[in-house]
Each structure stands twice: as C-alpha cells, then as structure tokens.
C-alpha cells in the first residue's frame, strides 16, 4: 500500500475504493466513446472527396466510362450533348461550327480558281510642244502611239466536271490570253465561251475531265444575318477566306450593271476576289462575288456585293445554249416616273417615265414618245424601273404585251412585240430619237 500524503488523500482514497464516480474524473475508455463517432464523421467525409475527386479525374481522361459502366449494369444510357449545343466543358468536335468552318470551306475550296488576264493597249502619250507660238494655243499635242502589256488578276468558280467556269466580265474584259490555276497548283489556258456585260458575269472553259466541280442550286435559302464566306486569290496572295454575315438582299441602286439583284455582305473583298465564290455555312455556293464600296466611297467599310446564284445559273445556261444571254426588250430607256403633285391619280401605281425612243425598235413601232408614263404591264401594275427591266427581260423576243400609262394625264393603252435586247456595245451605237422638249 501506498504512502498517503495530505495532499493526495482523494486521490489515494480513489484507488482503493476502485473507478471514479465524480464528473470531473474521465477514464480513458470513456474518452474513447465520446470521440468515435466525430472520427467516423471526418473519414466519411475524406471518403466523400477522394471518390468525387476520382469520379473527376476519370470522367475526364474517359469521357465514355459511365456509359459503359451504365450498360453492363443494364441501366438507361443519358442522351449526351448535340453538335449544335455542346456541353459545358466539353470539347466540339473539330470543324464543326461555329468553332470552326473547316468544313463549309473544304467542300468548295477546290473549285475556286485564280484567273490571270492580260491584253496589249494601245494609247497616245501627252507631250509639249517645244515651238513658242504653238503654245500659245495649247501647248500640248499627242505624241506617237504607244502599245503596253496590261494585267488583270481575278477569281473564278469550276460549274461543271467538263472545265466551265463563271467569273465577272471585268476580269477578262478584251483579255487576249487568260490562265487560269487550281488549288492544287495546276496552271491551264482559259477561252471565253461568252459573256454578259449586263450582269457582268463572263462563261470560260478549260480542258479537263472531273475537275471539282461546285452545285449551283437557286433553291438554296438565303436571309440577312447568315454566316458567309468569300473565297477568291485577293492581291495575288493566294487562295484566302474571309467571313462575314450578309448584310442585305436586293441591292439594285448601285448602277454597277444593268441588272442588279446584289447580295451585300461584309466579308471582305479586296481587289482580286472579283469572280470568286460566296458561300454559306455548310459549303453551298450562294453568290460571285463582284464588287465592294469602298473603291466607289473611300469611307465605307465592309460593303462587298455579290451576284446571286439564281442570277449566276441562268446566265451560264443561256451562254452555254446560246453563246449570248437572250432577253425581251421594249426598245425604250426609262426611270421611275417623278412623284409630282396631281401627276397621277390617287391610289395609281407610280410606273415608269419614258426618257429614250430607239428608232425603229419595238416601242417606236407601237406609237410610244419620250415622256409617256406606264403603269402597267399585261395588267400587272409596275412598280418602279428595276421591276419593269426585270419583267421585260424575262419574256422572250416575239411575246407581245399590253401595255397602259398616261400620255400628259389622259390614260392610254398599246400592244407592243417584244424584239431580243442587243448588246450593251451595239445598243450604244443605235439612233435614238430626242428628248420631247420640256414645257
């Protein structure tokens, strides 16, 4: 037994009479009991986080796991994500929009030609002249005439397998060799089979079978807002794409080319992408590219314009066909008629003021003057200038018209045939007749 001081008589009394009763003395085991659970607690939760942490980590490195692991089990596989909404953290599929356009531009890109044209110009240069008293006249006079090399770089579209291709006239305008190089390097000589300064659109050919080929489809929808892509060979640099939304439809106050039906886009077109291709999203032809605003307006920016399809077909069918775009003509020029107070009765359509009469021509021969007004056509009000020349154009040489308008407010009606429109060169070289004088 042990000695027991006066300071440790509880503690001595404790251990002779056995385990503690007061609350202030713990045993060992007792603070085992209370501690247990808030251990059991912490390593579920440890547990918790490296599972999740795991789950994470191969989630990532196998994307498909869960759904393997779902189908062994027999359970249902979850639909994943679709290509046109992927899910967050999750990588798309390469070229697929709109991360990417790879796609849209390797269906089209091997059709898309660089065109190089050159032709001889012939021009007089300006010289002084060195006698004292011939100056005091003008001073200047031409000199001998001089012949130079001149060249045009382009863009054009392969159409057909057989090697015809559209480009834009001015491209190839009095060109006297043309070449012409793929995507894939080749170099090969082009000849014009015909073209259409009216739309400014030319038809050339190359030799060559199952050449790529793009659709021409006029079915193909279009709206303001589309994703598109102009593809051409822009300052030589070689085959680029560039992107952009389109801007608008039916542009035709641009006075670039008789007939306009423009697609504005702001894709830029630098100069030589004339003649190359407009797509859209999924690699459908949808325009030739032709022009841009900023070479007329130096301000603009990011106005291009662009030949529609439907517009690109009909004129490559017809030149094929028939070496020259065939169109109806009235043998008249005309303009919006002028919105005067009392000039046309309330509610009449506005129709089209008669500026030129060509002699001989079918309006001349139906009795028709220089400042007559026509507001219809087979019944059919017309609208304004671009209506009329489009509706004229459509109908075939030798289709006869009824035509009604007002000659100095009194209404009138004629019928007219039509004759087939001549050339944009021989049209200028018909006698028209003047201009009723005003007043």
């Not at 660089?114 to 002249?129: D, E, F, G, H, N």
């Not at 087979?378 to 007002?406: F, K, M, Q, W, Y």
Request: aromatic content about 4%; charged content about 15%.
């Amino acid at each position: 037994m042990w000695p027991v001081s006066p300071g440790n008589e509880w503690q001595a009394r404790a251990t002779i009479a056995g385990p503690c009763v007061s609350p202030f003395c713990l045993s060992s085991s007792s603070l085992q009991l209370m501690t247990a659970p808030r251990q059991f607690a912490v390593f579920l939760l440890k547990a918790a986080i490296l599972g999740l942490a795991l789950a994470f980590v191969l989630g990532w490195l196998y994307p498909g796991l869960g759904d393997d692991l779902r189908q062994r089990a027999g359970l249902p596989v979850t639909a994943g994500p679709t290509a046109t909404a992927p899910a967050v953290g999750v990588r798309p599929t390469p070229g697929s929009g709109p991360v990417s356009y790879a796609d849209a531009v390797s269906r089209t890109a091997p059709s898309v030609v660089s065109i190089y044209a050159q032709k001889i110009v012939t021009q007089r240069a300006l010289r002084l002249v060195p006698n004292p008293l011939m100056q005091r006249f003008s001073g200047i006079t031409l000199g001998q005439p001089q012949r130079r090399l001149e060249r045009a770089q382009g863009s054009g579209v392969i159409v057909s397998e057989d090697g015809y291709l559209l480009t834009n006239y001015h491209v190839i305008a009095d060109a006297e060799d043309i070449m012409v190089v793929l995507q894939d390097g080749r170099v090969t000589r082009a000849r014009v089979i015909g073209s259409d300064r009216d739309t400014d659109l030319a038809v050339l050919r190359i030799d060559g079978s199952d050449l790529p080929a793009v659709t021409l489809d006029p079915e193909v929808p279009l709206s303001v807002g589309d994703v598109v892509l102009a593809i051409g060979n822009p300052f030589g640099l070689g085959q680029t794409v560039t992107q952009g939304i389109v801007s608008g439809l039916g542009r035709n106050q641009l006075n670039l080319s008789t007939y306009e039906d423009f697609i504005q886009t702001d894709a830029a077109i630098n100069r030589g992408n004339s003649g190359g291709a407009l797509i859209n999203a999924h690699g459908q032809l949808v325009g030739i590219n032709t022009a841009v605003l900023s070479r007329l307006l130096p301000d603009a920016e990011g106005i291009g314009f662009a030949i529609p399809v439907v517009t690109a077909k009909s004129v490559l069918e017809q030149i094929v066909e028939h070496g020259v775009v065939i169109r109806g003509w009235l043998g008249a020029e005309y303009g919006d008629a002028p919105m005067m107070p009392g000039g046309l009765p309330p509610g009449a359509p506005r129709g089209v003021a008669l500026t030129n009469i060509y002699r001989g021509g079918p309006a001349d021969q139906a009795g028709l003057e220089p400042g007559d007004v026509l507001l219809q056509m087979d019944g059919a009000d017309i609208a304004d200038e671009n209506d009329l020349r489009d509706r004229e154009a459509a109908l075939r040489p030798g289709t006869s018209v009824r035509l009604d308008g007002l000659r100095a407010g009194v209404p009138f009606n004629t019928k007219l045939t039509l004759s087939q429109r001549p050339s944009r060169d021989s049209l200028s070289q018909v006698e028209q007749n003047p201009l009723l004088p005003a007043g």
